[in-house]
């Protein structure tokens, strides 16, 4: 399976951005997908992650209540929605793939996740 991210871009603070991620190959709907971000000079860090029914979800706590994960099994696609954007969310975003099957508990570690994304460069200007 190959990941796609897009929708990055410059931003002002209190903005939106909404970023997708389409899955090409494998089967998508059995993946559990997550969000990371790492901002220059910092280690990657977890965002959000969404079960493979889309009804579970859960947020890092500094995103939560600001943006929102989803996803669209029949386009093979994950989404996530930052509203409110703050200086402090400027960084890489990198959509990530868990293949360990419809079992595999929700991680907010990297290493559970296999298969990334190149990433998509989203700044906020204060």
């Known amino acids: 399976v190959q990941l796609q991210a897009s929708g990055g871009g410059l931003v002002q603070a209190g903005g939106s951005l909404r970023l997708s991620c389409v899955a090409s190959g494998g089967t998508f709907n059995n993946y559990n997908m997550a969000w990371f971000r790492q901002a220059p000079g910092k280690e990657r860090e977890f965002v959000a992650t969404?079960?493979?029914?889309?009804?579970?979800?859960y947020y890092a706590s500094s995103v939560k209540g600001r943006f929102t994960i989803s996803r669209d099994n029949a386009k093979n696609t994950v989404y996530l929605q930052m509203n409110s954007l703050k200086p402090e969310d400027t960084a890489v975003y990198y959509c990530a793939a868990d293949r360990r099957g419809p079992r595999a508990i929700s991680s907010v570690i990297s290493t559970s996740y296999d298969v990334w994304g190149q990433g998509t460069l989203v700044t906020v200007s204060s």
């Open positions: 969404i079960r493979y029914t889309g009804i579970n979800t």
